[in-house]
Structures are given as structure tokens and as C-alpha cells.
């Protein structure tokens, strides 16, 4: 038909249909390409939908509100010292909730997440899952045994949607003294 020439001169003079490729073309079904103004419609509306899905995307949590508890090893009703254990410490590590938050991830101890972006930049430390209905306090926590005495490092994410968002940046906490402690940046 006179239109569907003038739609393959079209794209030939376009640039996006070779001038041997008649004969395929009457063979398939094609979507016109819009004259410039539409195709700057269509640009605008692309980016638009590109910052929607970034807008939707899981957003970095914040754990700077984050605090620590350092403990001693105890069990039973009376909080009696765990023999043979009296060296060890436990921290218990909470933040605050992330909304739509399905499970949370601690990351102990990682040096290759950028901390600008957020991003793994190489094998990780230990990754400990944190399901989100466990709380301390009625915010989200961890609560490590064994940990290490001297300062450990720790960065969050969480999982919304089924999508997990990039590591927070990190916290310091220094595990020696019995009691509540807060970042300290290194």
C-alpha cells in the first residue's frame, strides 16, 4: 500500500531500514517509528518511567540511629556467668524499623562494601539473616555471641518487595565493657 511505502521510505531516509530490506519488511509487522516530535514524547515518557523504577527501588536503610548492648555470657533465672565463659561477650545490635521491611541482613565485619554507594565490592565478611519479627525492645535486632572484643563492624540491608537494597554504611562498636555503646567512627 501507498502508506506502508512511505513508511519504509521513511525509515530508509531514518537510517533505520537498509534499502535491500523490502522484501523482509512486507513480511513482518512493524511499529511505526514516530516522526521527532513523537519520538521526543517518547524519550519523556521513558525517563520518566526510569525514575519511577528508581523511585520504587529499596531505598538504603539508615542505621545510623542504630545502638549496642554489650553483655555477659548468662543463662537460667539468676543471670549466673557461664563457666569457663566469663571472658566472652555477647552484643545485641538494634535499629529502626524500615517500612515494608520482609527480613533484614547484618553484614560483620565486611571491607568491601563501598560506603558512598552501598555497593559489594568483593567477598563479604559474615552475613548473619535477621528475620523481621525478631526485636529487642520493639526494634529490629541481632544479637551475636562470641563476638569478637575489640571493635566490630557491622552494615545493614533489607529486603522490601523481594528486592534487597544496597549495605547501609557502617557502624563501630566497641566490644569490651559491659553496657550500652554507641558508633564510633574509626
Known amino acids: 500500500s501507498l502508506a506502508e511505502r512511505v513508511k519504509r521510505q521513511d525509515l530508509r531516509e531514518n537510517g533505520?531500514?537498509?534499502?535491500n530490506e523490502d522484501n523482509i519488511i512486507r513480511n513482518i509487522i512493524f511499529l511505526p517509528i514516530?516522526?521527532?516530535?513523537?519520538?521526543?514524547k517518547y524519550l519523556q515518557f521513558f525517563a520518566i518511567l526510569a525514575t519511577a523504577i528508581k523511585i520504587n527501588a529499596v531505598d538504603r536503610p539508615d542505621f545510623t540511629s542504630s545502638t549496642a548492648r554489650v553483655?555477659?555470657?548468662?543463662?537460667?533465672p539468676t543471670g549466673q556467668l557461664v563457666e569457663g565463659e566469663e571472658d566472652l561477650r555477647k552484643v545485641i545490635v538494634s535499629w529502626d524499623h524500615a517500612p515494608g521491611a520482609e527480613s533484614y541482613e547484618i553484614c560483620h565485619n565486611c571491607d568491601n562494601i563501598d560506603e558512598a554507594t552501598g555497593e559489594e565490592t568483593g567477598d563479604l565478611g559474615t552475613i548473619l539473616p535477621i528475620p523481621a519479627g525478631q526485636e529487642c525492645g520493639?526494634?529490629?535486632c541481632m544479637i551475636m555471641p562470641d563476638a569478637p572484643i575489640g571493635y566490630?563492624?557491622?552494615h545493614l540491608r533489607v529486603?522490601?518487595?523481594g528486592e534487597w537494597s544496597?549495605?547501609?554504611?557502617?557502624?563501630?562498636?566497641?566490644?569490651?565493657?559491659?553496657?550500652?555503646?554507641?558508633?564510633?567512627?574509626?
Open 16 to 19: 533505520y531500514l537498509h534499502p
Open 34 to 40: 514516530p516522526n521527532n516530535h513523537l519520538a521526543m
Open 71 to 76: 553483655k555477659q555470657h548468662r543463662f537460667g
Open 138 to 140: 520493639a526494634r529490629p
Open 152 to 154: 566490630n563492624k557491622f
Open 159 to 161: 529486603m522490601v518487595g
Open 166 to 186: 544496597v549495605w547501609s554504611v557502617h557502624q563501630n562498636f566497641n566490644v569490651d565493657e559491659v553496657g550500652m555503646v554507641m558508633h564510633e567512627e574509626l
